[in-house]
């Protein structure tokens, strides 16, 4: 079954504190992951995607297709940090459906 | 450009009505998708249309049923409606990623629908 779990419903980490989401799938064939981000009273929007390699915002996520996971991390945690965050998974060509998490709250206390 | 509009924002009905909501995606997208985000919960994938058709579907009834016009915009409509109809609907568009890659989805603000 095509799955995605984030464990955690809810991470809390001090300012300047390294942030680890965690993202694991389920998936037959060969999958796009995305991590999505909500910050308060704004809408959902994309963060960043495997395919791209790219750290945005201070945040990377390595597809480890061993472990089937796509962790999200970032060194150093800031306040405008605190959002909302869900991993998402897709298919290659062809397959067009998007599977969400159920979403991670990360807080950067001061 | 703003973005991905979906109208109402919220929207109050009861058991048994039928309700219809519109998205219009963002300036140069020619795909939209639609999602069900219950309270607590992630998305879930209702449909996706492109090109006027729909072209793949999540796991829900056929009571769940849209449309996509030449301008790209997007009904959903929900017949028969139930408690458990209630929730958050995010509409999603996107540009066609020409087969290769899903290409990242824009989202509405999403209209709350309540079913008393």
């Known amino acids: 079954a095509q799955r995605v779990t984030q464990p955690e419903k809810l991470l809390s980490v001090f300012k300047g504190a390294p942030v680890e989401l965690k993202c694991n799938y389920s998936?037959?064939?060969?999958?796009?992951l995305f991590w999505y981000v909500q910050y308060s009273r704004q809408r959902l929007q994309l963060l960043l995607r495997?395919?791209s390699r790219e750290s945005i915002k201070g945040f990377t996520a390595d597809l480890n297709k061993g472990e089937t996971s796509f962790h999200l991390k970032k060194p150093f945690a800031q306040e405008e940090d605190s959002a909302m965050y869900y991993c998402?998974?897709?298919?290659?060509?062809?397959?067009?459906?998007?599977?969400f998490g159920t979403g991670t709250r990360l807080k950067v206390l001061a | 450009d703003a973005g991905v509009t979906q109208s109402p924002t919220h929207l109050i009905k009861t058991r048994g009505q039928q309700v219809t909501l519109r998205c219009s995606p963002k300036?140069?997208?020619?795909?939209v998708s639609w999602y069900q985000q219950a309270l607590g919960q992630g998305p879930q994938f209702i449909f996706q249309?492109?090109?006027?058709?729909?072209?793949q579907r999540g796991n829900f009834p056929d009571r769940f049923s849209g449309h996509q016009f030449p301008n790209y915009s997007s009904e959903l409509n929900v017949n028969a409606l139930l408690l458990g109809d209630s929730a958050l609907y995010l509409c999603?568009?996107?540009?066609?990623?020409?087969?290769?890659?899903?290409?990242?989805?824009?989202f509405g603000d999403g209209t709350r629908l309540s079913i008393l």
């Open positions: 495997h395919i």
């Open positions: 998402a998974l897709s298919g290659h060509s062809g397959t067009y459906k998007y599977i």
């Open positions: 249309y492109y090109e006027e058709e729909e072209r």
């Open positions: 999603a568009s996107s540009l066609e990623g020409g087969g290769f890659s899903n290409q990242p989805q824009h």
């Open positions: 998936y037959s064939g060969s999958p796009e």
């Open positions: 300036s140069g997208h020619d795909t």
